[in-house]
């Protein structure tokens, strides 16, 4: 039996690993990062051993370390959660040659579908459908478009879709750099691509005494770089096709009895609208959105993972599924801002309504987390910060509690793609069940990516922040505190403040009177404190919850909430940059410089790649010109704010 259960990975798996364990009498490990040494995985363990570095290939994806952690903290067995090592037969077998548990699948397994490219080939002999692979070499016009994968790892890691031929080679070696980075491991393939297909998937389970199990089958297919953003169980496709589901479960029992699998794994497919389905690859890991499988099941598949690597029997067959559950992964990323990922203090984080939390769910709200108010979200790893589960008896009643619980959710100090999230749930499209992997697309980051706070709700969200900020200040004075702000015996002028939201600057302007509020037309105000001001809009009283931050006011409100950036009265010079700066929208590393100094350049051309959060992000020149300062090399770390390089208009210096 399993006594004492490392976790060889961090955040919101980690964590989730650790709530079963602490439900069945085991101890738990975790590892940890310099980056993470306060994180919440390592204070919910019941002991912890760094793993020095903040770079995951110093830390999570190093094998020795993690068998070494295990060994001096006395542990028994080895859970490998996902990403990272998880799906590494070298790994497993390092973890089995110490004498360790290994809770995953036989190493030959893990080999087998470890590489994309051999996964089709064996999958083609098991009678399972699959696209046919291409050789990039070997590639024409009339293959166009077609799908770079790497053939290690997924997460969407590696990945590129090429419509021309002329992008072919750079899009395959960018793939390549992305994969060896995440995965350790270049080598790509090509398919063709679907445009509009659906991503289905079957969660499996299976013992070391024969038994298969098809659980059920999950939709994945609203993706943003080719990671998935929304899952769901059942699939509104499967559900409407007849015959579909058997022909899928069968196929992926196929797939798991080809290579002898033992535990918890998931065989991907894409399909088309009529049915059809190809074999994509097979995950021999927990997924990350397992929790909507548990959730219409009643099974806890951490725990039955646990009980099959110690030897134990499952039952004839799973359960039924019941009810509708759909996920949603709240990122710090900007959608807006081609998916730019965010770091920094999340100051708080509130999700309301939650019912359970890493544990399966009938019904309501279900909250698997990897952080907590007051945490630093670091950009060295996956910008996911939680994922939140609905559960109910019909699909839209779960996209309705969903999409109220995220809009009322407090996330303070991170931008985050929630409004995204909040305006698919709300999409008539995807309440329809008329989702495909170009669903983003279709219907347009402009529309689906704006916030859900209407210009007005802005308006009165820096009212708000003016006066709360105002009362802050006289809770504060040591003299005459109880006198309002700004209070004059004669009339003079207003109180001015001004703050930028996005990219706009908003100035308010109000007094505080022996009558009350002199400001916007049409509101007057009820109450003002430092955390809660409440105003009559029109009649109608709205109550906005104010948080002041060094550098930052968030208001939340029904209407929506709003981060504000307070602008100083006056600028500090040395803050000011050169004209046409391309400033590091992140922290991360310079991993390849396209141009030189001196040189001419487009608008719109590559000038150099960042890597932050385990993703590869362009930098652009925002306009022709010349590019009279480059400040950064490859390999150089940089910090937000960093001025990377100076495109300047031609003639100018």
Not at 372 to 378: H, I, L, T
Request: proline share 6%; hydrophobic share 45%; aromatic share 4%.
């Amino acid at each position: 039996m399993i006594t004492s259960l490392l976790v060889a990975n961090r955040g919101e798996i980690a964590r989730r690993v650790f709530r079963t364990c602490r439900s069945l009498g085991i101890s738990t490990v975790a590892v940890h990062s310099d980056a993470d040494a306060t994180a919440a995985h390592v204070r919910e363990a019941d002991a912890a051993v760094p793993l020095p570095g903040t770079a995951s290939a110093d830390t999570y994806l190093r094998a020795d370390l993690l068998v070494a952690a295990a060994r001096e903290s006395g542990a028994d067995a080895v859970h490998p959660g996902y990403g990272f090592l998880s799906e590494n037969a070298a790994f497993a077998r390092a973890v089995l040659g110490a004498g360790l548990t290994w809770v995953g699948p036989p190493p030959g397994a893990i080999e087998s579908m470890g590489s994309k490219i051999e996964a089709k080939r064996l999958m083609a002999g098991a009678g399972v459908p699959v696209l046919s692979e291409l050789d990039p070499a070997a590639i024409t016009a009339a293959d166009l478009p077609v799908l770079v994968k790497a053939s290690a790892g997924g997460g969407g890691r590696g990945m590129r879709v090429v419509r021309t031929l002329g992008e072919l080679a750079s899009q395959v070696d960018d793939a390549r750099s992305e994969a060896v980075a995440a995965f350790g491991d270049g080598a790509v393939f090509c398919e063709p691509y679907l445009e509009t297909g659906r991503h289905i998937e079957v969660q499996v389970l299976c013992d070391a005494h024969g038994t298969v199990w098809a659980v059920g089958e999950r939709e994945c297919s609203i993706q943003r770089r080719h990671q998935k953003v929304v899952e769901e169980s059942p699939s509104p496709l499967v559900a409407r096709v007849a015959g579909m589901r058997d022909e899928l479960f069968a196929a992926a029992r196929n797939a798991a009895k080809a290579i002898g699998y033992v535990g918890a794994g998931t065989v991907e497919f894409l399909a088309d609208s009529d049915g059809r389905f190809y074999f994509l690859e097979m995950n021999t890991r927990l997924q990350v959105e397992h929790p909507v499988t548990e959730c219409v099941t009643g099974l806890d598949l951490v725990e039955l993972q646990l009980s099959v690597a110690e030897g134990r029997s499952l039952p004839a067959g799973p359960p039924e599924p019941r009810g509708h559950a759909i996920e949603v992964r709240l990122y710090a990323e900007d959608p807006a801002e081609g998916w730019r990922p965010a770091s920094g203090t999340l100051h708080r984080f509130d999700v309301p309504s939650v019912a359970a939390e890493f544990v399966p769910l009938a019904k309501g709200i279900r909250l698997d987390s990897g952080v907590a108010s007051g945490e630093v979200v670091s950009p060295y790893y996956d910008p996911m910060l939680a994922k939140v589960i609905s559960v109910a008896s019909t699909r839209d009643a779960a996209a309705r509690a969903l999409a109220a619980t995220l809009t009322r959710a407090r996330v303070h100090g991170v931008t985050t793609n929630r409004d995204l999230l909040v305006r698919i749930l709300t999409h008539p499209a995807f309440l329809a069940g008329d989702t495909d992997t170009a669903f983003l697309d279709r219907h347009g980051l402009d529309t689906l990516a704006a916030p859900l706070a209407s210009e007005e709700t802005v308006r009165l969200s820096v009212l708000a922040a003016a006066l709360a900020d105002a009362a802050a200040n006289r809770a504060g004075a040591t003299v005459l505190g109880r006198i309002p702000s700004g209070w004059r015996n004669v009339v003079a002028g207003p109180q001015v403040k001004t703050y930028r939201a996005g990219g706009d600057e908003h100035e308010v302007r109000y007094r505080l009177t022996r009558t009350g509020l002199d400001g916007p037309e049409g509101v007057r105000l009820v109450e003002a404190t430092p955390g809660s001001v409440v105003l009559d809009v029109d009649g109608v009283r709205r109550r906005f919850e104010v948080a002041a931050y060094p550098g930052l006011s968030c208001v939340d409100s029904s209407l929506g909430s709003v981060a504000l950036t307070p602008v100083e009265r006056f600028a500090d010079p040395a803050a000011q940059v050169a004209a046409g700066s391309l400033l590091a929208p992140m922290p991360g590393t310079v991993v390849r410089v396209a141009v030189e100094r001196g040189a001419t350049v487009t608008e719109g051309q590559p000038l150099l790649w960042l890597e932050a959060m385990k993703m590869q992000h362009q930098i652009n020149a925002p306009a022709d010109g010349v590019v009279t300062e480059l400040g950064v090399g490859a390999g150089d770390q940089v910090e937000v704010g960093r001025v990377l390089a100076v495109v300047s208009a031609e003639g100018e210096s």
